[in-house]
């Protein structure tokens, strides 16, 4: 299957207000080009250096969203151009990123990315600490940042269950904290979650946005 008919096809599976962030990350600007090529304008890497690269080499009206695991020292590679950081597991990071926005007077979008997986090793807030650290109003005081939502990954597993629970746990979340902290603001929308195998169950769950890398691009050959 070529990139344009895996892109058609998953297209064809989502509804209008979800939307598709293609995650090109490792493929060469030339290949994630035939994407765009067919109208895709919303891509999504993991590491900084390879998102401001293809950011530099490629069209000017692509969104780059940043979807791995931030450094603070980093945020100032991506600062002047990413259209929405998902992975800001601390408010210590969105410090940075606050300062960087403003230095580039831009107010940049962000979603809180929380541990919804039993894994271990996956980076983000627990359901606890996010809500303590809601709770302190310490997030008002970043005027350059905005906070559009909520970014989770569930468990590496066949289990679909297993899967969609987790799923339906941060959509929970999202509404209490929508409720809680963010009632009146439009702009809290964004449920981020959904891969290439999970997408489906992600957009049932009640995903808003959906990362998929390897049915758009196929498998990479390091991650
Ligand atoms: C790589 C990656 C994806 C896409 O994974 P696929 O299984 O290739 O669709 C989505 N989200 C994050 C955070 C990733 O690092």
Known sequence: MSIEENLLRIKSTIPANV???????????????????????????????????????????????MIGHLQSNKVKYIAPFVSLIHGVDS????????KEAAKNNRIIPCLLQVHIASEETKFGFSPEELKFALQTGEHHQYKNVEIRGLMGMATFTDDEKVIRSEFRALKQLFDELKESYFKDVLTFREVSMGMSDDYQIAIEEGSTMVRVGSAIFGTREYT
């Open 19 to 65: 939307s598709l962030i293609a995650v090109s990350k490792t493929h060469p600007a030339d290949v994630v080009m035939e994407a765009y090529n067919v109208g895709q304008r919303v891509f999504g890497e993991n590491k900084v250096q390879e998102l401001a690269g293809k950011a530099s080499e490629m069209p000017d009206d692509i969104e780059w969203h």
């Open 91 to 98: 408010f210590k990071l969105l410090k940075v990123i606050d």
